[in-house]
């Protein structure tokens, strides 16, 4: 439970970030990137699998990449659940936002793992 508390911290931290970097990307304070890490990594955990399976021949194709894309999907369909508490402007911002992501949630998860 305190291992799943914290990665979801550490996805409303990202999405932060993300929001500051990105204009067309809105996240209603810490409480909002808090709900939507929360609606994220509820979808990540049932929505995603069953998109890595069916997507599976792309990805392989892709070299991986082509997760970035399901990301996106996910992250969209927060923004679907959410409405105003977090809002992506685009697909393309989305993937944008999908790869940053990825990457500030792995420098996190190394600094936390270091402690």
């Known amino acids: 439970m305190k291992n799943a508390l914290l990665h979801v911290i550490v996805n409303a931290v990202a999405l932060l970030v ?4 990105f204009d067309s990307i809105q ?9 939507a890490a929360l609606i994220l990594s509820i979808l990540n955990a049932i929505i995603r699998p069953i998109l890595v399976v069916l997507t599976l021949p792309i990805t392989v194709l892709s070299l991986g990449v082509f ?19 977090f809002e992506i402007g685009s697909f393309g911002v989305a993937i944008l936002a999908a790869v940053l992501i990825s990457i500030v949630n792995l420098v996190l998860n190394k600094l936390i793992q270091d402690l």
Do not use: E, P, R
């Not at 993300?18 to 970097?21: H, I, Q």
């Not at 996240?27 to 709900?35: E, K, M, P, Q, Y």
């Not at 997760?67 to 508490?85: E, K």
């Open 18 to 21: 993300v929001s500051v970097l």
């Open 67 to 85: 997760l970035f894309v399901i990301n996106a999907i996910t992250l969209m369909l927060t923004d679907a659940l959410l409405g105003g508490l």
């Open 27 to 35: 996240v209603d304070g810490f409480t909002g990137a808090l709900f």
